[in-house]
């Protein structure tokens, strides 16, 4: 039986994006929904689009079903809202729930709050002190023009989960600072390579992929379904 030694790469390079905003008073009419039109402009600046957006209420059940929903059709999904200090703001509790993490406090959001609220004069209460919770293990992105920080959860299987506060109030004002760079960053799935033996037998027989008739020896690109049934050739 024939094998090859593959160097396949997974490439990400134009991923789609989804966008969830989180608020009742979007749903309302209250407050007009503009985080769609804030992400998709500065996404499409770097070459990247927004697949879709989905706005639901302040309830915990609907956001963890939203997300969860979206992780199942794409990589990379965006979270817009209810970071803030009422007890309306919910989507951290939510979203630890959904991902099994705790909600802990980020030194660094938390050192950028007392700093913040000591420039203006104020004491930092227990509820603003909530702005700097992030969930467990996240990535916290310091917001230069909010209270509350962004955070990027890198998930189990290579998906990536970016939490960030009010897009339209937010983004457009922290686009040329480090905390914006380190978000968009974030939206860029790097490529990954990996040397594999693999029986074409095998693969042919579960792939409906041309080509698959000689021993490949030289390095080459393949699409993330011929990745995965290359995978399980190898287990077979």
Known sequence: MAYGAVVFTI??????????????????GR???????TLGSALVKIGLRLSRDTTVPDESETIRSAVHE??????IVVVSGGLGPTSDDITRAALGKLFKRDIVMSPEALGELRKRYTERGRDLTPAAERQALILDGAVTLLNSVGAAPGERLDLP?????????ALPVNLPLCSKSASFRGCVSSFAMPCRSKNVSFSLKAL???TSLPGLRRPVSRPRKFP????RALEKSKSA
């Not at 991923?15 to 989180?22: H, N, V, W």
């Not at 299987?157 to 506060?165: H, N, S, V």
């Not at 993330?224 to 990745?227: G, K, Q, S």
């Open 11 to 28: 490439c990400c390079m134009n991923p789609d994006i989804e966008l969830i905003s989180i608020g009742s008073e979007l749903l309302s």
């Open 31 to 37: 407050t007009l929904n503009t985080h769609a039109q």
């Open 70 to 75: 979206a992780l199942e059709r794409t990589d």
């Open 157 to 165: 299987g290579g998906g990536r989960f970016l939490l960030y506060p």
């Open 204 to 206: 042919a027989s579960r």
């Open 224 to 227: 993330l379904d011929f990745i």
